[in-house]
């Protein structure tokens, strides 16, 4: 993850990180939406700038917050698979980990539990899960249940099956993402943690989050502008490219 220059959008590299294979999708929408641009204005629109409008606008159309987004990034013509792997936060990691990685990137406590709220949509593949579903202790029995359907024990066995990251309201963008962790129904091992630690700075914020919705759409808008600023690419680095999937 090279910062807000699209380099993910390259095929290959990024794309086979393992927290993207098989999980990132929605090439095909970015790329009809930059053929579209191009159209009316050559080389100008970076992708970088479509993804990040792209981002906001689908928040929107499920039934979150806006966000002004900052414009006039340039795209990327490299893409590393290890730096990704290095850097996006794995579904296994540890609540300390989960805090280093977002620090890093310049995102506090704060930011870093708002933006798992984007958990609220979306789903994830049985592999990244497994773990957790059968080897936790923090997990309500019935959801367990519910997702031990469509993800076997057995290692190689469904990994790549979906489950909604939020059961409840799979397809709308709500604080209910905050409301499942008080009640031990986190996915993933990484949503969980966020609710382990009795009087935890990271609990006492999904607290606030599960009670306000408000309060979660305003910071979850915020950080989202904040991680939109990470090392963009600025004129005159970087290029606009004719086709999102290729460096030209």
Known sequence: MQGCDASVLLAGNERNAFGNVGSL???DVIDKIKATVEQSCKRIVSCADIL??????????????SWTVSLGRRDSDTASEALANRDLPAPSLAVTDLITRFAAKGLNLTDMVALSGAHTIGQAQCKNFRTRLYNEANIDPDFAMLRNASCPQATGSGDGNLAPLDTTTPNMFDNTYFLNLQLNKGLLHSDQVLYTLVGGATEDIVDGFASNQDAFNNVFAAAMVKMGNISPLIFPQGQVRRICSKAT
């Open 25 to 27: 999708r929605g090439f």
């Open 52 to 65: 990040a409008v792209a981002a906001r606008d689908s928040v929107v159309a499920v039934g979150g917050p």
